[in-house]
């Protein structure tokens, strides 16, 4: 290995080391959480329900319950790290190191990407087990799943340099993203939803994720797929350049 | 930052430790932390900085570690631009701040052991310098101990001894002394005095001038944001007109009337 594969390897080993020595926290409550969902939406309620788009409700909302799991981890994951370890200072210990701006910011990212993989994983082997759940374009959903991780594990960065308190945090987790996730269709399908809900959900990002993540494992999907996709990568891509950006800046690491 | 390594800055063997031009640092809220600062540290010196608080030491030293961004000016560490060269300048400087800022989720030995993993350490070197680095500064016992469970005197221990783990070739020591007891100071004393023997260049900040005086070779005084008087702990003294480095201190500061003859000759 070089200088600056180890260099990055550790970064990032650091990211995966916090998240584990807390892993009751990181990893067992929010698997804990989706198998609420589950129980309740798919098992409970979902008797009462007919089948959506063909499957029966517990398989439909499965795959939106794996994809919230990895962007709301991947998200809390990288913000409230990079916000602890600017208040304990610690971070200075990796900006006055070799590391390059870019290297901070992927293996930065990366923490979170792998925490929230880990409880997507978990959650779509334990859901395999009680259901017979379907892998209709397994490309399309390792794609998606990845992409849609990713681009959280961004936002997540984007929160943590920006805050300055964990109020901040919580603000971006609490009120922006889950009203987000939870409005986005993980637990319907847009079209049974009156008007004027059905067009507001059209503007809703996270519904095109939920939708391309669906399509994954079911199959089935309401929106244009090649187009979610498209649009998936340019919202990646423009995140990851804007938080580069700041990082070349040394935006709120550096004084 | 100006871009370009100045031309008459030498680079390789004969570059100095630490070469900074005209140093220029405004922060967002209009506060010129430094201005004009222009110093040489040279490789091999044990060098002090002395100033009153908010003088610009930290600021200098953030500038050049990578932890602030200079307005303008040069900094060059072994000939290395910390802006441009940062990989290679960074590489070349240990900094012990004088926040103790580690990571409470790491054991000791894990600080020291992802302290070098960023500067790019391989596994076995890393394992071999660990347990090194745990022994010199007494820490053995603690490697496996969370960092915030550890008391004032052995987070400076640690911090100190994470500041060294990748052979730093010059060493940063912010007010490294600040707030141990006695028996921990002339410890570290006595270790820093061997490194730098051993060649390891060391820039000092600190409020304790007995501490400047028996360690510098050479003190630069800094105030307001500018370097305003360096030399030997003897020439300081002839600078000032006065006996010893704390007078000559105190006439920088405009506190003469504080010094122990002063004070002490109309005590009695």
Known sequence: ?255 | MTDAVSPEAPTGADAPALHISDLFKRYANGVEALRGVTLDVREGEFFGLLGPNGAGKSTLIHCSTGLAQPTSGVIEVFGHNALHDYEQARQAIGLAPQEPNLDWFLTVAESLDYHAGYFGMPRAERRRRTEEMLETFSLTEKSKERTNSLSGGMKRRLILARALMHRPRLLILDEPTAGVDIELRLELWHYVKQINREGTTILLTTHYLEEAEQLCDKIAFIDKGAIVAQGTSAELSRRYGVSNLEDAYLELVGRKELSRSTTEGRET
């Open chain 1, 1 to 255: 290995m070089t200088a600056s594969q180890i260099r990055f390897f550790t970064l990032w080993r650091r990211e995966v080391n916090r998240f584990m020595k807390i892993k009751r926290q990181t990893i067992g409550a929010p698997l804990l959480e989706t198998f609420l969902y589950i129980s309740v939406f798919g098992a409970a309620l979902g008797t009462r329900i007919d089948e959506l788009q063909g499957f029966d409700y517990v398989i439909f909302v499965i795959p939106g319950l794996i994809m919230m799991a990895w962007a709301i981890n991947a998200f809390s994951n990288n913000a409230s790290s990079i916000l602890q370890q600017k208040f304990q200072g610690a971070i200075q210990d990796q900006l006055s190191s070799p590391a390059s701006p870019a290297q901070l910011l992927v293996a930065m990212s990366l923490g979170g990407f792998t925490r929230g993989g880990i409880v997507a994983l978990l959650t779509f082997g334990a859901s395999a087990l009680l259901v017979d759940l379907p892998l209709a374009h397994p490309l399309v959903l390792i794609a998606s799943l990845v992409l849609v991780g990713f681009v959280f594990s961004q936002i997540g960065v984007l929160v943590g340099v920006r805050a300055e308190q964990f109020d901040d945090v919580a603000l971006a987790q609490t009120f922006v993203l889950q009203p987000l996730i939870f409005l986005g269709g993980v637990f319907y399908s847009a079209e049974l939803l009156p008007e004027p809900f059905q067009t507001l959900t059209y503007f809703n990002p996270i519904y095109y994720m939920v939708d391309l993540v669906r399509y994954g494992f079911l199959g089935v999907a309401e929106t244009n797929v090649l187009v979610a996709f498209a649009a998936l990568i340019a919202v990646t891509a423009a995140v990851f350049a804007l938080n580069l950006h700041l990082f070349n800046r040394g935006y709120k690491l550096r004084d």
